[in-house]
């Protein structure tokens, strides 16, 4: 069965402060592994979708990177408004159509 | 452009009661997912549909069923309801299902009295 780990749970940064969060997987055959930022009592925004090892993407503050067992969001000089939890998803089979959900990592942004 | 719209956005029901949820997608995806969000078990697959057919179903009792329209919209229904039923159901709908990006709508909020 898939398995998808994100550490921290929790993660409280100052204004500025640098970090990464970390996403481990262990699937049979990955076909994408997608970045979400959910808001309090809000769906998930998607962010980013990655396919290969090697391959990165940005969006303002965030990177997200990808290799053959993880995947890093980086978040460079944080902002209060980048307060949020992050899920991390997988998609695996080809002809399996869910996205297999990490539990999240809940990142405070103090000003 | 219209993002994917769930109605509606808060249900109080007893236990025992049915429930019908709405999704609407965003206009040209045909694919559209259930996920169930709970404080202990995060988001949990429910079922896929595509083209009105049911591609994939995850963990769940039968007592939560749904069915997609030919204009690719989307209801989902639990028959029964339990305490554990109070989540936030959240809909999702992507072009082809896999492969692409899946967006999210804002979910509704059950609560099972």
């Known amino acids: 069965e898939d398995q998808v780990t994100q550490s921290p749970e929790a993660l409280r940064l100052q204004e500025g402060e640098s970090s990464s969060l970390n996403c481990s997987y262990t699937v049979s055959g990955l076909r994408g592994l997608f970045w979400y930022r959910q808001d309090p009592g809000k769906g998930p925004e998607f962010l980013f979708t990655l396919y290969s090892a090697g391959e990165e993407k940005e969006k303002e503050r965030l990177k997200a990177t990808l290799t053959k067992k993880e995947s890093f969001l980086h978040i460079t000089a944080p902002k209060p408004e980048d307060s949020a939890t992050y899920l991390c998803?997988?998609?695996?089979?080809?002809?399996?159509?869910?996205?297999?959900f990490g539990a999240g990592t809940t990142v405070t942004v103090r000003a | 452009k219209a993002g994917v719209t769930q109605t509606p956005r808060y249900l109080i029901k007893t236990r025992g009661q049915q429930v019908t949820l709405s999704c609407s997608p965003i206009?040209?995806?045909?694919?559209v997912s259930w996920y169930q969000q709970t404080p202990g078990q995060g988001l949990q697959f429910l079922f896929e549909?595509?083209?009105?057919?049911?591609?994939n179903k995850g963990n769940f009792p039968g007592r939560f069923s749904g069915r997609q329209f030919s204009n690719s919209r989307s209801e989902m229904n639990v028959s029964t309801l339990e305490l554990g039923d109070s989540a936030l159901y959240l809909c999702?709908?992507?072009?082809?299902?896999?492969?692409?990006?899946?967006?999210f709508g804002q979910g509704t909020r059950l609560t099972v009295v």
């Open positions: 998803a997988v998609q695996a089979h080809p002809n399996d159509y869910k996205l297999s």
């Open positions: 549909y595509f083209s009105e057919t049911q591609r």
């Open positions: 999702a709908s992507s072009l082809l299902g896999s492969n692409t990006e899946a967006f």
């Open positions: 206009s040209g995806h045909r694919s």
